[in-house]
């Protein structure tokens, strides 16, 4: 892709997450704030596509959106009392709130505007990434993806307990 | 690399306890609720089975899948000293009634001590964060399996602050990444080594000293340990106080010496900061403790600190010895928490003052606590006083006899509010005067516990020959 079109996808992607993101955490209706996390999440996956990691933007979009979202949205409209509730003990720190993050945020511009990154050029990455990551998963990655599939045993018991009721065993 | 060029010995300590979880939590699923009773047993057969299986590798120096899983002295070291604190956490529960099923409890135990196994030897950026996340999630579960208001707090607290620090840790180790382009702790270092050093690789290290600080409970990222220690059932509180925090120092002591070394003096730097501050502040909190787990929990924030000592030292014989105290604090901290277990499963109270006149209820225990306080303090004779001992000799050698010097202050200064519960057990009158008593399993394990402290406080030799100290 020409270096300048994928400089304003970019710049007009992080435009975009930066407002969606901020719409969360200022957002006064739970349900407002969960539906720009949505948004949030999907311009994340549109960086992976851009950085052509198609199945990481995939998985970005099945798991987070397709997933994690809509069971956030499902937890709000089951629990009714929360629609419509403005939420008020957010921010309660303000002043000191804002210090923090423009203390972050001007920290991170100004390393990342001297950091020489490790650069690896785009016109590198294979057509085929998906049966290339595949294959990493079972040979050189293996350990690491055998040990999530305990964590994810470990989350789903977890699950199990938290959502019972106590006493029944 | 294909599977079979993998050495599967050098992981088998960590299938063991892999087999031994599963086992496990079948057992809850098919077992009757009279043969249930078994799981503790079949989890200390696994525990004892792993560390056999770990004396095989003893001595043994390689690494596995590319260079992700290494084999080594402090990884063995410190996988064995977390074996057996959980062998014993969960010998001491034997007879405990639990808040959760016994095969749920022993199994998430189990996989919190496999994440733990993996951290202490992940070479590898993201098998470093996966064990971490395999160490913590168990801990987080453990922790809300008690369902009253004060217990859900603590896990919703304790969960929130953990993803928190998860997260900076991630940040720190993505900046890593995109500075040299590799996971690898040894690859990273080869990048590294040479170049200008970035300011942005200060950043990404500081970050990291988060994540992992708040894992070890250092003071300013300490907000969580005392209500965890508190609000937790006691049996999770026993296993939180040795098992997640050895996978957090085993995964500094692998981090920062290999991976950063370009930058060592700026992260030892850094270490010693952290260790004045958690030092000072855990023991001067610690003074205005009414309630003994509380206690407890202040004490570990600033046993964290003599500990982070050794990082600040920053040599071999800085991290043996930091490895030796963590093994003699574990074990005294876990003999606290199993006489309040002991205690508590008796219907005594958890205020200090509850503690009045035990030396005339139970006798053994009042033994038993007041040694393991004194080997917190460090009171020659215990093992504690061995650990520091060697602790601060390391800080002196390094020339950073401040250190040294703040070190044993606060040790001083911490006998004051340890004297407190030694003196309601023995000066107080109790208010009855009947005799606690005590399952065989819990009894048995504290004495053990008691014995290991009187012993390495004398002959510390043995143990010390073991770790080339």
Do not use: C
């Not at chain 1, 997933?67 to 509730?85: A, E, H, K, R, Y």
């Not at chain 1, 972050?104 to 650069?119: A, E, P, R």
């Not at chain 2, 990048?191 to 300013?220: D, N, W």
């Amino acid at each position: 892709m020409d270096v300048s079109i994928s400089l304003v996808i970019f710049l007009a992607l992080a435009a975009m997450a930066i407002i969606s993101s901020l719409m969360v955490v200022v957002g006064r209706n739970l349900f407002n704030a969960a539906m720009f996390l949505g948004a949030y999440l999907l311009v994340i996956a549109g960086f992976y596509f851009l950085l052509s990691a198609e199945l990481v933007g995939i998985m970005q979009v099945f798991v987070y959106v397709g997933g994690v979202v809509v069971v956030l949205l499902f937890g709000i409209m089951l629990t009714s009392q929360m629609i419509n509730v403005r939420l008020v003990s957010a921010l309660q720190q303000r002043v000191l709130t804002l210090v923090v993050v423009a203390a972050l945020v001007g920290l991170l511009v100004s390393i990342f505007s001297k950091t020489s990154f490790y650069y690896i050029s785009s016109a590198e990455a294979p057509r085929d990434s998906i049966s290339l990551i595949g294959k990493l998963f079972m040979t050189d990655y293996v350990l690491p993806f055998e040990v999530i599939s305990v964590l994810l045993l470990a989350a789903l018991i977890g699950a199990v307990i938290i959502a019972r009721e106590e006493g029944r065993q | 690399m294909s599977l079979t060029q993998v050495n599967w010995m050098a992981l088998m300590p960590e299938i063991i306890v892999l087999g031994f979880a599963i086992i496990v939590l079948l057992g809850e699923l098919f077992m009757s609720a009279s043969s249930k009773r078994s799981l503790g047993i079949i989890t200390l057969i696994g525990l004892a089975a792993a560390l056999f299986s770990l004396t095989k590798l003893w001595g043994v120096e390689t690494t596995e899948f590319n260079g992700m899983f290494s084999v080594d002295f402090t990884a063995n070291t410190l996988k064995a000293i977390l074996l057996i604190t959980t062998a014993l956490v969960v010998l001491g529960t034997l007879k405990v009634k639990a808040t959760l099923g016994e095969g749920e409890f022993f199994s998430l135990i189990l996989f919190s001590v496999l994440g733990t196994m993996f951290m202490a030897s992940a070479t590898d950026l993201i098998m470093l964060f996966i064990a971490l996340e395999l160490t913590v999630l168990p801990a987080y579960i453990l922790t809300a399996s008690k369902k009253n208001a004060r217990g859900a707090e603590v896990a919703l607290k304790y969960f929130l602050l953990g993803m928190i620090a998860s997260v900076i840790l991630l940040y720190g180790m993505t900046l890593l990444f995109g500075l040299t382009g590799a996971t690898n702790f040894a690859a990273i270092a080869d990048k590294l080594g040479g170049g200008p050093i970035e300011p942005t690789l200060i950043v990404a290290m500081l970050m990291i000293m988060v994540g992992l600080g708040f894992k070890v409970a250092a003071v300013p990222f300490h907000f969580w340990a005392p209500d965890v220690y508190e609000g937790a059932p006691v049996p999770v509180a026993s296993y939180l106080a040795v098992g997640p925090k050895a996978g957090g120092f085993a995964a500094i002591i692998h981090l920062f010496p290999i991976a950063l070394v370009v930058i060592t003096p700026a992260w030892a730097g850094v270490f010693a900061i952290l260790a004045v501050v958690s030092m000072s502040l855990g023991n001067l909190v610690a003074f205005a403790q009414t309630h003994i787990r509380r206690l407890l929990g202040y004490s570990a924030i600033a046993h964290t600190g003599y500990l982070l000592v050794g990082l600040a030292v920053a040599d071999n014989y800085g991290y043996s010895s930091m490895i030796f105290y963590f093994f003699v604090y574990s074990l005294a901290a876990l003999g606290a928490f199993l006489v309040i277990l002991a205690t508590t499963e008796w219907g005594i109270g958890e205020d200090i003052t509850d503690f009045a006149g035990l030396s005339r209820r139970a006798p053994m225990l009042a033994v038993a606590m007041a040694v393991f306080l004194f080997s917190l303090v460090g009171l020659p004779g215990f093992a504690g006083f061995m650990g520091k001992l060697f602790l601060f000799s390391a800080a002196v050698k390094s020339d950073l006899i401040w250190l040294a010097v703040i070190g044993v202050i606060n040790s001083a200064i911490s006998f004051g509010y340890y004297v407190t519960v030694i003196r309601q057990m023995y000066l107080v009158s109790p208010s009855t005067n009947e005799v606690v008593s005590v399952s065989k399993p819990l009894y048995f394990s504290i004495m053990l516990i008691l014995a290991a402290v009187i012993f390495l406080g004398i002959y510390p030799t043995t143990f010390l020959s073991i770790i080339n100290l």
